[in-house]
């Protein structure tokens, strides 16, 4: 089958797939817990604003023949409480809950938020690209190591992590679980 694969950053028409692939990455379970039974249009919300972790603007989108297949979130570790700060106020907004989350990076890192492919599209080295594309500006334009989370129990998505150059480096506790924290490692610092 062939098709043409690009990378692009995402613009506002993209926050409806932005907010299915936060809901992937953090599970249903979790997007239910933070944004409620209509966590969908809580997350939509959130990545139409310019100034929250789940932004468009801080996401890039795969897409095939011009479809959106998956996408990434991924932001600078040094704006983690302003990001989330925007992030908290329409969850209780919609929620009436006062969320408390422990620091998933800190400003030594450019932060890898969220990744997901539309199911029928895995296994064709989209994901690879995406990371790759954060890569980039993790390196170019901040000059920083690119770090995430990988629950322990998505052994998946840690190989395709290690796969293309990450490491662990330590175990983080974040939203009840175990995550390996996994850095690919800028040596041009």
Avoid: C
Wanted: charge should be negative; aromatic fraction near 12%; avoid cysteine.
């Amino acid at each position: 089958m062939n098709y043409e694969l690009n990378i692009r950053k995402a613009t506002k028409d993209d926050a409806t797939l932005i907010a299915k692939v936060v809901a992937m990455a953090i599970g249903e379970e979790s997007a239910v817990l933070y944004g409620g039974d209509n966590y969908m249009n809580v997350f939509e919300e959130i990545a139409l604003l310019e100034d929250s972790q789940y932004s468009y603007r801080n996401a890039f989108v795969a897409e095939i023949n011009g479809n959106a297949v998956g996408a990434v979130v991924a932001y600078d570790g040094a704006e983690l409480y302003p990001l989330r700060k925007a992030t908290l106020e329409i969850i209780y907004k919609h929620t009436a809950k006062e969320l408390q989350i422990v620091d998933e990076t800190d400003a030594s890192e450019f932060y890898l938020d969220s990744l997901a492919v539309l199911p029928e599209y895995r296994g064709r080295g989209i994901g690879a690209r995406l990371i790759h594309a954060v890569k980039e500006r993790a390196f170019n334009e901040y000059n920083k190591d690119l770090g995430l989370l990988v629950d322990f129990e998505n052994p998946d998505a840690e190989r395709l992590y290690k796969s293309v150059g990450f490491e662990r480096v330590n175990v983080k506790d974040f939203l009840g679980h175990k995550m390996w924290h996994l850095v690919y490692f800028n040596f041009q610092l």
